[in-house]
């Protein structure tokens, strides 16, 4: 079982977008729990939206004790991805201890860029006793045929955090399809956002079973 937790203390930096997308595309090879930790509860939202069961779970759990239940409650799934709230607290505290492996999501914005250092300096205090934890920075909402991207990449390569190669765009499919609880995956498949997504859980894949490759090489 494998937990990866979706965090910034800003809000509308479309974690629950990324979240429930990401949950989606893993789902096609893999059972996936969806951890609704965020008070507004907007993945929940989503689910209710749905006519169909969705390809994965979602539960509501705003607080701070997902790191103390995650064993049990995401028993039996080999995927967990936690929406995590928008601010750094208790709860935000507790997703990053159950985690495997953080995800920042930053918009091309100097604002997102600023909102992400609190939460890089509790990852960083994290990674004291907890030295395998993965972090990435996630580029999303970038407009398509621009230069952001790279500047913001730059500008984020000076926290010592990588960035993932795979860029989510601001399109349009992302809110048309969750207005009626989906994903592109489901609306448009071949289409562009439903490919950047399953490049992000491909990409997500790749980092962790290269991480636990390395600690076996080194326990060994």
Do not use: C
């Amino acid at each position: 079982m494998t937990v990866i937790a979706l965090l910034n203390q800003k809000g509308g930096v479309g974690k629950t977008t990324l979240t429930l997308n990401l949950a989606a595309a893993l789902a096609r090879n893999s059972k996936v729990l969806v951890i609704d930790a965020d008070p507004q509860g907007s993945a929940l939202d989503w689910s209710a939206q749905r006519i169909e069961k969705a390809s994965f779970d979602v539960i509501g759990l705003p607080k701070p004790i997902i790191h103390r239940e995650i064993s049990t409650i995401a028993s039996g799934y080999d995927w967990t991805i936690i929406d995590g709230p928008p601010r750094m607290d208790e709860l935000a505290k507790s997703a990053i201890g159950a985690a495997d492996i953080v995800i920042i999501p930053v918009q091309p914005s100097p604002f997102d860029v600023w909102a992400a250092e609190d939460i890089i300096k509790i990852v960083k205090d994290f990674e004291i006793h907890k030295p395998q934890l993965e972090t990435r920075f996630l580029i999303n909402r970038l407009f398509p045929n621009t230069k952001l991207g790279g500047e913001i990449a730059d500008i984020l390569s000076g926290f010592n955090i990588p960035v993932l190669d795979t860029i989510i765009h601001n399109r349009t499919e992302y809110a048309k399809s969750a207005r009626h609880g989906q994903t592109p995956l489901e609306t448009d498949p071949t289409g562009l956002a439903a490919r950047e997504v399953q490049m992000l859980a491909t990409e997500v894949s790749t980092i962790l079973k290269t991480a636990i490759k390395e600690r076996m090489h080194v326990a060994s």
